[in-house]
């Protein structure tokens, strides 16, 4: 028998008892985003605790939008640093850590997607000196975890593991939806940038994998169809995209790519009609605010694990022998989605226009 079984929680009525809280994930904004049911979870079952988040800057951005969240620490972990970008300095560490330290933190759950190890999150909140820490782990801990889950030997959906990961520890929701707030102001905001009386789409063409990126040309033409059959299309990216969404929006539509704040994108997208995306932040910004959404699915994850959840939606991608494939880089110039017409992308906007058509609030 393991000396650790399977699925033990260290005495849960400690993390009952618990006043504040540090929840870790560390990777990516649609990362944060599809953890934020477990978040409500926790504070649905015991309102009293204070919820911090551990994020990367990127993922940290979505925190003006979850209700559940206290406060939010930001720190570029270098073991979620896809592009290697980032030079070595521990200075970084040392001073998360002891930020980590004055938070005087009851308990850490760390939470991973499954190809993840949580041991070096643990590690840090070990030497922070928090004393419950939670992960789910393959690999014996030692004394970096105080108590180990272990996932049903199923598929499940990032969400279900999220909240499967704190249920062992005691802690519920009635509701698993994805649902993210929008301040009222930049909801004003965002629907005084739309025309009246037209459909309104969001098209998102940027990607952090660029394995996960329909081609521009083919954006652009979809863009152009649209805007010519009707639809007021805005484009969104970050401000390392305005080329990107300059040549996908052409003479039609409008580029805001640069020019909002995370909040404002969520406006956009809470009053829109539909988001077109490629698996990528926005498409789980969309879930969250319920906005329906045509996500052009690279087979580089699967999409049972990572699709779009509890929303309207349509996923469009070829099937490839090599899907599952995680690249960050495609080597065979992204078969799987170079392949999709933009008649196909046309005809699927419009369809699911019509099929889950939306009351604006």
Same mark, same amino acid.
């Given at each position: 028998?393991?000396?650790?079984?399977?699925?033990?929680?260290?005495?849960?009525?400690?993390?009952?008892?618990?006043?504040?809280?540090?929840?870790?994930?560390?990777?990516?904004?649609?990362?944060?985003?599809?953890?934020?049911?477990?978040?409500?979870?926790?504070?649905?079952?015991?309102?009293?605790?204070?919820?911090?988040?551990?994020?990367?800057?990127?993922?940290?951005?979505?925190?003006?939008?979850?209700?559940?969240?206290?406060?939010?620490?930001?720190?570029?972990?270098?073991?979620?640093?896809?592009?290697?970008?980032?030079?070595?300095?521990?200075?970084?560490?040392?001073?998360?850590?002891?930020?980590?330290?004055?938070?005087?933190?009851?308990?850490?759950?760390?939470?991973?997607?499954?190809?993840?190890?949580?041991?070096?999150?643990?590690?840090?909140?070990?030497?922070?000196?928090?004393?419950?820490?939670?992960?789910?782990?393959?690999?014996?801990?030692?004394?970096?975890?105080?108590?180990?889950?272990?996932?049903?030997?199923?598929?499940?959906?990032? =969400?279900?593991?999220? &909240?499967?990961?704190? @249920? $062992?520890?005691?802690?519920? +929701?009635?509701? %698993? *939806?994805? !649902?993210?707030?929008?301040?009222?102001?930049?909801?004003?905001?965002?629907?005084?940038?739309?025309?009246?009386?037209?459909?309104?789409?969001?098209?998102?063409?940027?990607?952090?994998?660029?394995?996960?990126?329909?081609?521009?040309?083919?954006?652009?033409? =979809?863009?152009?169809? &649209?805007?010519?059959? @009707? $639809?007021?299309?805005?484009? +969104?990216?970050? %401000? *390392?995209? !305005?080329?990107?969404?300059?040549?996908?929006?052409?003479?039609?539509?409008?580029?805001?790519?640069?020019?909002?704040?995370?909040?404002?994108?969520?406006?956009?997208?809470?009053?829109?009609?539909?988001?077109?995306?490629?698996?990528?932040?926005?498409?789980?910004?969309?879930?969250? &605010?319920?906005?329906?959404?045509?996500?052009?699915?690279?087979?580089?994850?699967?999409?049972?694990?990572?699709?779009?959840?509890?929303?309207?939606?349509?996923?469009?991608?070829?099937?490839?022998?090599?899907?599952?494939?995680?690249?960050?880089?495609?080597?065979?110039?992204?078969?799987?989605?170079?392949?999709?017409?933009?008649?196909?992308?046309?005809?699927?906007?419009?369809? &699911?226009?019509?099929?889950?058509?939306?009351?604006?609030?």
């Amino acid at each position: 028998m393991s000396p650790f079984p399977a699925g033990t929680a260290l005495a849960p009525e400690r993390w009952r008892q618990a006043r504040r809280l540090l929840l870790v994930r560390l990777d990516n904004l649609g990362d944060v985003i599809l953890m934020t049911p477990a978040f409500r979870a926790i504070k649905e079952t015991c309102p009293h605790i204070a919820l911090t988040l551990l994020a990367s800057p990127t993922g940290a951005a979505v925190a003006p939008l979850v209700p559940e969240l206290d406060d939010v620490i930001v720190y570029p972990a270098p073991w979620t640093d896809l592009t290697g970008d980032r030079p070595p300095d521990p200075s970084v560490e040392l001073a998360t850590l002891e930020r980590l330290r004055a938070g005087r933190f009851d308990g850490a759950i760390i939470f991973t997607s499954y190809h993840q190890s949580p041991l070096p999150a643990a590690l840090l909140a070990y030497l922070a000196g928090i004393p419950l820490r939670h992960a789910a782990s393959v690999d014996f801990p030692g004394r970096l975890l105080t108590s180990r889950h272990r996932h049903p030997d199923r598929r499940l959906h990032e =969400v279900e593991r999220a &909240l499967d990961l704190v @249920g $062992a520890l005691g802690f519920g +929701t009635s509701d %698993p *939806a994805i !649902r993210l707030r929008v301040p009222p102001a930049e909801r004003a905001w965002a629907e005084a940038r739309w025309p009246p009386g037209r459909p309104r789409i969001i098209v998102h063409p940027g990607c952090t994998a660029p394995a996960r990126a329909y081609p521009p040309a083919l954006y652009a033409q =979809v863009v152009a169809r &649209l805007t010519a059959q @009707g $639809a007021a299309v805005i484009v +969104t990216g970050g %401000p *390392a995209e !305005r080329a990107l969404a300059t040549q996908v929006a052409g003479p039609t539509a409008l580029s805001l790519a640069g020019q909002t704040t995370l909040p404002q994108l969520a406006g956009l997208i809470a009053t829109a009609d539909l988001v077109l995306t490629n698996n990528t932040g926005p498409m789980h910004l969309a879930a969250g &605010l319920q906005t329906p959404v045509v996500a052009l699915f690279a087979q580089t994850n699967d999409p049972a694990q990572w699709g779009p959840w509890r929303v309207p939606h349509r996923l469009l991608y070829r099937p490839v022998d090599c899907a599952l494939c995680r690249f960050f880089r495609c080597p065979y110039d992204n078969a799987c989605l170079a392949a999709v017409s933009l008649e196909t992308v046309v005809a699927t906007v419009w369809d &699911l226009l019509k099929t889950a058509r939306r009351e604006r609030p």
